[in-house]
């Protein structure tokens, strides 16, 4: 069964501080990997979803990364803002048709 | 910009009463699925449908929950009787149908309270 593991479970950091935010995943025979950020109670809003043949995806100041070998992949914040503060959920679609999703990063930026 | 839309937002119900929760996936997407998220906890794969049948059910999705597409537009969750672990909010999210690896977008969610 596989299992998505994000760490840390929360991180605090300074306005204009760039973060790295982690999951990792123990079966490698992923479809893809999608990122979602969600705010305190409300839907998820998907970020970046990227392709199991592709490293890479950028969207902005986000940036994430895919490694299958090592079962990982990172979502880079650059600059961050107070307005970035949510909840950082990856989620792996190991099957086509479901998304196994980890227990997230909690970020809070500092104005 | 197209989305998934649900309703209702909050629903409150006692413990046995049947509850039907409501979607409207994107227009031209596919496949449609209803994840779960209990407060505090991981968000949870329930079932995944596509051409009118269920593709994939979790464990959760017992014979209390059954899903629906009663029209061209609507993708509905139905719990027959619900119990106190029900309680969550649920999600229902919709993917075009552009091979395996599309993106999944997910509504704003409907918090289910179960008293």
């Known amino acids: 069964k596989q299992e998505v593991t994000q760490i840390p479970a929360a991180l605090s950091v300074p306005e204009g501080e760039n973060l790295v935010l982690n999951c990792s995943f123990t079966?490698?025979?992923?479809?893809?990997l999608q990122w979602f950020r969600q705010d305190p109670g409300k839907g998820l809003t998907s970020l970046l979803l990227i392709q199991s043949s592709q490293r890479e995806q950028t969207s902005g100041r986000l940036n994430a990364s895919l490694d299958k070998s090592s079962g990982r992949s990172t979502l880079y914040i650059a600059a961050s803002q107070p307005g970035d503060s949510a909840t950082y959920l990856c989620a792996d679609g190991m099957s086509a048709r479901q998304l196994t999703f980890g227990s997230g990063t909690q970020l809070t930026v500092l104005p | 910009e197209p989305e998934v839309t649900q309703t209702p937002s909050h629903q409150v119900t006692q413990m046995g009463q049947e509850v039907i929760l409501r979607c409207v996936p994107i227009?031209?997407?596919?496949?449609f699925y209803w994840y779960r998220q209990i407060l505090g906890q991981k968000v949870e794969f329930l079932v995944s449908f596509y051409n009118n049948e269920i593709s994939e059910k979790s464990e959760i999705f017992d014979d209390q929950f059954s899903v629906e597409r009663p029209d061209g537009s609507n993708f509905t969750l139905k719990i027959r009787s619900t119990k106190l672990e029900d309680s969550a909010m649920y999600f229902c999210?919709?993917?075009?149908?552009?091979?395996?690896?599309?993106?999944?977008?997910f509504g704003p969610g409907t918090r289910l309270t179960v008293t």
């Open positions: 999210a919709s993917r075009a149908g552009t091979g395996v690896s599309g993106e999944q977008y």
């Open positions: 227009s031209n997407h596919l496949y």
């Open positions: 079966d490698s025979a992923i479809y893809n």
